[in-house]
C-alpha cells in the first residue's frame, strides 16, 4: 500500500526549487494558506492533505513510514528529486522519517510543534478507541483548546470554527489510523543520523508538543536551531502566520538554496481530477518474501517480538506496571508468558487481533478470570472492537458460558468501556 500516493495542491513560479509543506493531525493544506504569499515568491510550495482529510481519499495509513512512502510516490510522478521540508506535528514527523530513510531527498528541514514520540502510545490508541466509539465530535469540539492560545481562540472565531469543521469533516478510520501511527512513532535514539540543517519551530505557549519536545530535538540533530514563537500554541503557522513565514523564510534562504540553484526544478503539474486509484484487493498483492530464519525465531527474538505486541495490545501503563511488580521469584513466569503468548500465539498470523481479543474475552468469561478481564476489555478496544461489538461477544458468552458469568463479565466490561471510550470534558 506504500505507492498510493497523495492529494496535493501547488503554487509559485515552475521553474522554482520545491519546498513541501505538512500539515498535523487532523488538519488540511489550508493550515499552511497564510504562508504562501510570503514562501511562493521563492519557491514552488507543494502542499499535501493526509488520507481522509480535506476530501483526500480515505485510504488509512497506520505508520509515519507509510505516509512518507506515499509522499514520496507522489513527488516520484512529478519528476521531483529533492526538495526542502517543512511539516507540522505529524507533518514533521513525516519529514523526520524522510530525512532519516531517504537523506539523499531533503535538502534541509523545518520541524514546526514537532517531537521525536508524541505523548505515550497509550495516549494515542485510547484516542482512536474514543473516536471509534464517539465519532470526530469530542476531538473537534476540543481541537480549539489544543490547537490556540485562549487569547486567539476568544479574538477569532472564526478561524477556530474553520478548524473545528477541518477535523469534522475528516474520515475516521484515517484519523485513527494516523493515531496508530503516531502511537508507533520514536525516534528518539535516531535523531543523530539526521544529517540535513533543520530549524525546530514551536509555540511558547503549545501544550501538545511544546518548547521541552523541541529542545529534545535540538539538543538530538546535530544541525538544529530552535526558534520559539511568542504568543502561539500547537498551529503557530495560523496563529502567528507572518513569524513563522519569516522563520521558514531566512532558514531555508540559508540553509539549502546554494544546493538547489544547481539542481534543475521540476515542473509541478496541476492535481489530477481523478482520485488515486484504489487499493488493490488484497488477493491480488504479493506475499512479501519469507526472511531466512524467520520461520523459526531464537528465545530472544521471540521475546522481543511478544514483548512488542504486548504493549501494543495491553497498553505500556499495563505492561511497565507488570515488570515493576516482578521479581526474582515470578520473572520466569513473566517472560515464559511474554514469550510464549504475545511472542507466539497473539503473533500469529492466522488470525486477526479483532477475532483473537474476542476468543481471549470469552475463554476469560468461561473460566472465571474476572482479574484479567478488564485488561483485556481494554485491549479489545484498542485492538478495533466497539463497545457494540464487545457486548454481543458478551451476550454469545452468556448462552455457552452461563448466566452469572457473563453478568459478572458485563459489570466488569461496562465499567472499563465507560472509563476508556469518555470523551475528555
Given at each position: 500500500m506504500g505507492n498510493e500516493t497523495l492529494k496535493y495542491q501547488v503554487d509559485g513560479p515552475n521553474d522554482a526549487p520545491v519546498l513541501v509543506l505538512g500539515p498535523s493531525l487532523g488538519t488540511t493544506w489550508h493550515m499552511w494558506d497564510r504562508q504562501i504569499p510570503e514562501l511562493s515568491q521563492h519557491w514552488r510550495i507543494f502542499r499535501y492533505d493526509l488520507p481522509g482529510h480535506g476530501g483526500a481519499p480515505a485510504h488509512p495509513a497506520t505508520s509515519v513510514a507509510e505516509l512518507a512512502d506515499r509522499l514520496l510516490a507522489t513527488l516520484d510522478g512529478l519528476g521531483v528529486q529533492r526538495f526542502g521540508y517543512a511539516?507540522?506535528?505529524?507533518?514533521?514527523?513525516?519529514?523526520?522519517?524522510?530525512?532519516?530513510?531517504?537523506?539523499?531527498?531533503?535538502?534541509?528541514?523545518?520541524?514546526?510543534?514537532?517531537?521525536?514520540?508524541?505523548?505515550?502510545?497509550?495516549?494515542?490508541?485510547?484516542?482512536g478507541v474514543i473516536v471509534r466509539t464517539?465519532?470526530?465530535?469530542?476531538?473537534?469540539?476540543?481541537?480549539?483548546?489544543?490547537?490556540f492560545t485562549a487569547g486567539f481562540a476568544a479574538?477569532?472565531?472564526?478561524?477556530?470554527?474553520?478548524?473545528?469543521?477541518?477535523?469534522?469533516?475528516?474520515d475516521p478510520g484515517c484519523y485513527i489510523a494516523a493515531c496508530e501511527a503516531l502511537a508507533a512513532f520514536d525516534i528518539r535514539g535516531e535523531l543523530g543520523r539526521i544529517g540535513v540543517p533543520a530549524l525546530v519551530l514551536v509555540g511558547a505557549e503549545d501544550q501538545v508538543t511544546g518548547p521541552?519536545?523541541?529542545?529534545t530535538l535540538v539538543a538530538g540533530i546535530p544541525d538544529a536551531r530552535l526558534a520559539l514563537v511568542p504568543g502561539a500554541s500547537h498551529l503557530a503557522p495560523v496563529e502567528q502566520p507572518a513569524a513563522v513565514s519569516d522563520l521558514l523564510l531566512t532558514h531555508f534562504s540559508t540553509a539549502w538554496q546554494d544546493t538547489l540553484a544547481a539542481i534543475p526544478a521540476p515542473v509541478l503539474a496541476a492535481p489530477p481530477v481523478a482520485p488515486p486509484a484504489p487499493y488493490a484487493p488484497v488477493a491480488e498483492i504479493a506475499p512479501a518474501a519469507a526472511v531466512p530464519g524467520a520461520e523459526h525465531p531464537s528465545p530472544d527474538e521471540r521475546y522481543e517480538r511478544g514483548t512488542k505486541?504486548?504493549?501494543?495490545?495491553?497498553?505500556?501503563?499495563?505492561?511497565?506496571?507488570?515488570?515493576?511488580?516482578?521479581?526474582?521469584?515470578?520473572e520466569d513466569f513473566q517472560e515464559l508468558v511474554t514469550r510464549y503468548a504475545w511472542g507466539e500465539v497473539w503473533s500469529r498470523d492466522g488470525l486477526d487481533r479483532r477475532t483473537r481479543s474476542c476468543i481471549t474475552l470469552t475463554a476469560l468469561v468461561a473460566s472465571g478470570h474476572l482479574d484479567s478481564l478488564a485488561a483485556h476489555t481494554r485491549a479489545a478496544l484498542r485492538?478495533?472492537?466497539?463497545?457494540?461489538?464487545?457486548?454481543e461477544v458478551l451476550l454469545q458468552a452468556a448462552v455457552y458460558c452461563g448466566i452469572p458469568a457473563a453478568g459478572a463479565a458485563f459489570a466488569v466490561a461496562q465499567t472499563v468501556i465507560q472509563e476508556e471510550t469518555t470523551p475528555p470534558a
Open positions: 511539516g507540522c506535528s505529524i507533518g514533521g514527523a513525516i519529514g523526520t522519517d524522510l530525512a532519516l530513510r531517504h537523506p539523499h531527498r531533503v535538502a534541509s528541514l523545518a520541524l514546526v510543534a514537532s517531537s521525536p514520540r508524541f505523548g505515550t502510545a497509550d495516549e494515542f490508541r485510547q484516542r464517539n465519532g470526530l465530535e469530542p476531538m473537534a469540539r476540543t481541537a480549539p483548546e489544543r490547537w479574538a477569532q472565531p472564526a478561524i477556530v470554527e474553520w478548524a473545528v469543521q477541518m477535523v469534522r469533516t475528516t521541552a519536545e523541541a529542545r505486541v504486548r504493549r501494543e495490545v495491553l497498553g505500556d501503563a499495563h505492561v511497565d506496571a507488570v515488570n515493576a511488580s516482578a521479581d526474582a521469584f515470578t485492538n478495533g472492537l466497539t463497545p457494540a461489538e464487545i457486548r
